[in-house]
C-alpha cells in the first residue's frame, strides 16, 4: 500500500499504566517497574510530512543570568491558613498545582471549601467536575455553605470543550477534578491511560504559563500510595501536595512533595468535621484533649516534628505474656521495622528480655509518626510498661535511639521544647549531644546519653 505525503500513518504500542514504559509488544511483566498484566494496546496517528516541508523554527538566543529581569511573585491567598502553608503563602498565578490523595479523603472538600474562599475575594473560579454531576456538586456547596455568583461548576470530561470554555470565561482559577478522567481526542486510548494523563497534564501546564491562570489538578492514587499514571505528571507540574490520613479518622495532613515556589518542610492539618475540613492550629492541644493525668504504664508523650511544626503526641506501649509460641509485634501509626530495632537495643543493651512477651505500640490520634526523634518515646513506652512504671504526666520525651543504645541528637531542639513550655510541661527528656542556647524557665531539661540513663531518669521521677 503507499502513502502519500498527506495521508496518516497508523501505529500501535503497549504502554505499562503504572509507569509508562512503552513498547512495541505484549509484556505480561514490565522490565521497568516490574508491574504484571499492566500493559494496555494504545493507537497513535502521525502525519508523514514531506522532507521539502520542513517548519523554520525561530529559535531565541541564551540570556544572560544577570540580564534577566525577574518580577515579583503574584500570589492569591486562599484564606484556609494550613491550605497557604503548605502553598508557601498562597496560589502563584501561572502555576499548575496537583492534589493527590486516596479516595475519600477530602480533596474535593477542601478545594471547593478553598473556590468559595477566593470567591469572597472577587476572584472567578471554574470547577470543572469530571467525576460528579452539577447537582452533586451543589449538594456539597450548601452542605459548606458556598453561594457565591463567581464560582462556575462545568461538569465535562472531554479536554477540548474543557481549553474551550476557559479561554472563554478567562477565570483567575481553575479546579479540574480529576485528571484521570478527562480525555483528548488527539489520543487514541481511553480516559486514565497514561498517554492521556501525560497528554491532558502537559496541555493544561502551557495553558496555565500562556493564559496566566492558577490551575490546581487532582490526582488519584494507586493501592500502593502512589499517584497513578506516569511518574512525569509529577515532573510537569509546578506543585505535588499530598492528602493523607486514614478517612475513618478525623485528623488529615496536608503535605508538600514538590514546591517550586515555596520549601516542603511545611504540613497542613485539618479536621473533618460535618461542614467539611476544619483547621488545627494547634495540633498538640488537640491530640493531647483526652490525655489522661493519671495514665497507665507504657503512656508516654513525645515531641514530633510535622515539618517545621512541632506536635506533642501520646504513644502508648502494651507488653504482656504471650500464649503464643511466637510472640506477636503489633504496631499503629508507627513503622513495624523501627519498633522491631528497638525492641532489639533494649533486649542488648539494657538487658530487657522481651522474647516471650507481645508487645503492642500505639500512636493515640491515628496519624503516622516516621521521624526517628519518636523512637526514644517508643522505647521507654515499652520499657516502663514491662518494668510496671508509670512516667510523671508533665513529662515529655524525644530523641532518636542507636543501635549501641546511644540517644542522638534531633532537629529544632529549641522549637520543641519551647511547644512543651507552652502546653504547661514540668520535665524534658532530651539527647545530651543537642545543645539548647535559650534558657528556659518553668521547666526541667534532662539530658541524657544512653537510653538506661533516660529509663533510670523516668523512675526517678516516680520514686
Keep these: 500500500m503507499l502513502y502519500n505525503d498527506n495521508m496518516a500513518k497508523v501505529k500501535t504500542k503497549f504502554v505499562c499504566q503504572q509507569c509508562g514504559y512503552e513498547t512495541a509488544r505484549y509484556m505480561g511483566k514490565c522490565p521497568e517497574c516490574g508491574s504484571w498484566e499492566s500493559f494496555v494496546e494504545e493507537t497513535i496517528t ?68 478553598s473556590s468559595g474562599e477566593l470567591c469572597k475575594q472577587n476572584k472567578k473560579v471554574l470547577y470543572i467536575s469530571a467525576e460528579e454531576s452539577a447537582s452533586q456538586i451543589k449538594l456539597r456547596a450548601d452542605r459548606l455553605q458556598i453561594t457565591h455568583d463567581n464560582l462556575y461548576i462545568y461538569p465535562q470530561t472531554n479536554f477540548d470543550s474543557i481549553k474551550h470554555q476557559i479561554i472563554n470565561e478567562r477565570p483567575d482559577v481553575v479546579v479540574v477534578d480529576s485528571i484521570q478522567a478527562i480525555y483528548s481526542s488527539d489520543v487514541q486510548s481511553t480516559a486514565g491511560s497514561v498517554s492521556q494523563i501525560r497528554e491532558c497534564c502537559n496541555a493544561l501546564m502551557q495553558l496555565a504559563k500562556q493564559e496566566n491562570i492558577t490551575i490546581i ?77 493519671s495514665q497507665a504504664t507504657g503512656s508516654v508523650i513525645i515531641v514530633t516534628n510535622e515539618g517545621t511544626r512541632p506536635m506533642l503526641v501520646e504513644i502508648q506501649a502494651l507488653v504482656g505474656t504471650t500464649p503464643y509460641p511466637t510472640p506477636r509485634r503489633v504496631t499503629n501509626g508507627v513503622d513495624l521495622s523501627r519498633v522491631l530495632q528497638i525492641l532489639a ?87 545530651k549531644s543537642n545543645k539548647v542556647d535559650e534558657k528556659f524557665e518553668g521547666i526541667q531539661i534532662v539530658r541524657v546519653a544512653k537510653i538506661i540513663e533516660a529509663i533510670s531518669a523516668c523512675i526517678t521521677v516516680n520514686t
Design 46 to 113: 502521525q502525519e508523514i510530512s514531506s522532507k521539502n516541508n520542513r517548519t523554520v523554527i525561530d529559535i531565541m538566543p541564551p540570556t544572560q543570568i544577570n540580564k534577566i529581569k525577574v518580577g515579583a511573585e503574584i500570589r492569591i491567598p486562599t484564606n484556609i491558613s494550613e491550605f497557604d502553608r503548605v502553598l508557601g503563602g498562597g496560589l502563584v498565578q501561572g502555576s499548575l498545582i496537583l492534589i493527590a490523595g486516596d479516595p475519600g479523603i477530602g480533596k474535593s472538600t477542601l478545594l471547593l471549601q
Design 217 to 293: 489538578v487532582v490526582g488519584h492514587v494507586t493501592k500502593e500510595g502512589n499517584i497513578a499514571g506516569p511518574k512525569v505528571l509529577e515532573h510537569m507540574v509546578d506543585t505535588v501536595i499530598q492528602f493523607e490520613g486514614d478517612k475513618y479518622k478525623s485528623y488529615r495532613i496536608l503535605r508538600a512533595v514538590k514546591n517550586r515556589f515555596g520549601n516542603t518542610s511545611e504540613v497542613g492539618i485539618f479536621e473533618m468535621c460535618e461542614k467539611g475540613l476544619k483547621e488545627v492550629v494547634n495540633p498538640s492541644e488537640l491530640f493531647l484533649k483526652e490525655y489522661n493525668q
Design 345 to 431: 537495643v533494649l533486649e542488648k543493651r539494657v538487658g530487657l528480655n522481651l522474647s516471650k512477651q507481645d508487645v503492642y505500640v500505639n500512636v493515640i490520634g491515628g496519624i503516622d509518626i516516621q521521624e526517628p526523634a519518636a523512637d526514644l518515646g517508643i522505647a521507654l513506652a515499652v520499657a516502663t510498661c514491662a518494668r510496671d512504671v508509670v512516667i510523671d504526666a508533665h513529662t515529655a520525651i524525644v530523641g532518636e535511639v542507636g543501635l549501641s543504645g546511644e540517644i542522638r541528637a534531633v532537629n529544632n531542639i529549641e522549637k520543641r521544647i519551647k511547644e512543651v513550655q507552652k502546653l504547661g510541661f514540668k520535665k524534658i527528656i532530651i539527647p
